[in-house]
């Protein structure tokens, strides 16, 4: 996808100009979301969200409201905070807007998932293009609303495309050519002012994009790392009962287990998957981070290559808000730090540091979860996936099976002809005070909070060796004194670790390919998958900044809910991405 650095609304929206709640005027809607198990709006236009709360107002005081409730608005021109408060200051719904206000994101071009209700209420704010998120966006759409602008028949197609049969189209101003371009993309007119999707032949989802498990109800994790437990907190968040199985004797004992580690965004100049997937995450991360007593706010990464006045530069051109990063010349990184830095640096205002298995802790806090059970074979039988021991004795069984088993999925998919390498690393412990600030560049530092520091780490591909090194330890104690231009004293402890990695340095996140696939496969989505079975993965060295969106692409991907990233990132972590490649390279 495209992205256009995002320039903010000029204007303030003063509640007496407010649009009129169209959702809310459609009599017809609460009776097709009652006992519905999620419905989900579209709304071109997003502006103030004066729809969105009118909505979700809408949504509460119906008793028989359905379960969850999506709404996914597209604005391009988005108000900053301050003009959102302004716009809201005298709103009828007051505290509805002040949830929005405080939960308003930085205006980068990203879908910004924004949690109400627990949960119940989804806000998906696609900044941007209209056109270009009508092409990416991956949800199935009950009821749109589309503002003035709209008329052009590629658009209203485009629409036509998210639409569920009978999915309602209500307008701000019904033109002809409005009219004439939805009967042309599918829809009749429904009432006096709706419209309706019945087109006459039904439109096939591509195999790939089938939701995995859409009936499930329950599943099973395998995996109590940051991974698994991602995947079971965004399926309990669909309505599913999960239960969670990991071979350790308690969660987070894999890689997940590391005392502390970073999470950050990413900015490139080309702004490109990786770029964007990470920014992606560490925003959504950042939005539902729970109170953590390691947690340790702000992070600076040092620029090795470019000067202040060519980071300022980039920051321009890409037009991305302080609140997600800045450029800082040396002196006041190191006035953040605490120490003399000699680099400049991006400060991440939303990274920071945290230990993982604090993490993990609190995503599973309430969902079942056993442990000392280690998946050695597993099968489908009778639509269930079925977990065995190494005596093949039945641990479980679930209509849809998460497999987030870190590094031990190297060996779990060998059969899938996943390129995925597994990489053994150290992290070192000093007995000295870290930056003030947690600190990245070649190798990184965190304070402990306790007089000393966690350095690190190594990185060496196929290494089993589960012993501390002296060696490692020396490399991550070199990278510290290249960081602080300092030398320091030999460590006292350490941890050994393993990561997963696809050659791309992306995860892996969706279904796996059903064996014996013949048909077109030049796109993941057309490739058909394994059902019920998802995977979650290949998180490597970014698997805290990673886990809460991954898990959230999984539970989307399984129950058919609204994907929480655009459809080419989504491709970028499907695991069908190497059957593409091998194909591409190796035509039939
Ligand atoms: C030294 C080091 C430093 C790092 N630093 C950072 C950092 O600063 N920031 C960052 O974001 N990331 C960092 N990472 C990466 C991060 O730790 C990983 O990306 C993340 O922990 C992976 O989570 P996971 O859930 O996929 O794997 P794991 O945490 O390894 O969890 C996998 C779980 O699956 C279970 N399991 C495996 N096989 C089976 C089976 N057959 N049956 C049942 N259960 C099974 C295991 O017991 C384990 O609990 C670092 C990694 C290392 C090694």
Redesign the pocket.
Known sequence: MKTSPIQAAALAFPDAGAPQPLFVKDKDLPARWQGRERFVLLETGFGGGHHFLATWQAWRDDPQRCERLVFIGIEKRPPRRSDLARAHATAPDADLARQLIEAWPPLTPNLHALDFEGGRVRLLLALGDLRDWLKELVAEVDAFCLDASIGDPYTLKLLARLARPGASVAAHSWTPTLQDGLRAAGFEVGGPTMMRFAPRHAMQKPAGRMPLASDAREALV????????ACARALVRQGLKVQV????EG????????P????HGSLHGADGVHARFNRAAALALNNALPALTSLQRGLLRLEMDLPLAQMQERLRAQALPPEYVQALGAEAASALAGMQLANPAWLFPGGG?LA?FELVQQWLADIPARYG????GLRREGGQWQVLDDRGVLLAQSPLLVL??????AA?LADHALPIEVE????SHLPSPGPRVPLAGSG?AIDDGAGGLWC???RALNDPDPQLRSADHESNLAQWSVLSGQAFDAPLAG??????LAPDRLPLVGGLPAPGFEGRADQPRFIPRLPGLVVC?A?????????LLCGEIAAALATGAPCPVEADLLDAVDPARYLVRQRRRNPA
């Open positions: 395998i995996g109590a790392g940051l991974a698994g437990a199985l990991d071979a350790a969660p987070a004992r894999g890689a997940s287990g590391n502390m580690g970073l999470f540091a993982p059970q280690s998946m050695a987030a088993t870190g590094h031990a999925s779990l053994r690393g150290q992290l990184y690190g780490a190594t941890r050994v670790g393993w990561r997963l993965t998180l490597a060295s970014r698997g805290i900044t990673w886990a």
